[in-house]
Nanobody, 127 residues
Framework: QVQVMESGGESVEAGGSLTLSCVVE????????VGWFRQAPGKEREGVAA????????YYADSVEGRFFCSLDAGKNTVYLHMNHLKPEDTAAYYC????????????????????WGQGTQVTVSS
């Protein structure tokens, strides 16, 4: 059974850093594509970053490019989202999602392409 579990959200001050974790279990040896998404109140869920575990390719939204980056600990089945220079507009519920097989640069942020989702973790950035 596939499980996707994210953690690490908390309240931080603007300019600070935070790392979120996403544990993905149940895919076996399949090539996994892991996406990070966020949703602020009243807004649609948007893609933030993604990582393809087989090749360690990474993808980022323009709004976080240069501030956020993904890393992988394959031994722990965990993908991390390292968030630096946080801004109040980064405040949102952050979700991790997973699928098998890669996605291209023009598809990785499409929520409907990910069948498995975590419950979300809240990140609040105060000014």
């Amino acid at each position: 059974q596939v499980q996707v579990m994210e953690s690490g959200g908390e309240s931080v001050e603007a300019g600070g850093s935070l790392t979120l974790s996403c544990v993905v279990e149940g895919y076996g040896s399949a090539r996994i594509f892991v996406g990070w998404f966020r949703q602020a109140p009243g807004k649609e869920r948007e893609g933030v970053a993604a990582l393809f575990t087989a090749a360690r390719n990474t993808y980022y939204a323009d709004s976080v490019e240069g501030r956020f980056f993904c890393s992988l600990d394959a031994g722990k089945n965990t993908v991390y989202l390292h968030m630096n220079h946080l801004k109040p507009e980064d405040t949102a519920a952050y979700y991790c999602a997973a699928r098998t097989g890669p996605l291209s640069t023009d598809l990785w942020y499409r929520t409907e392409l990910y069948p498995d989702w975590g419950q979300g973790t809240q990140v609040t950035v105060s000014s």
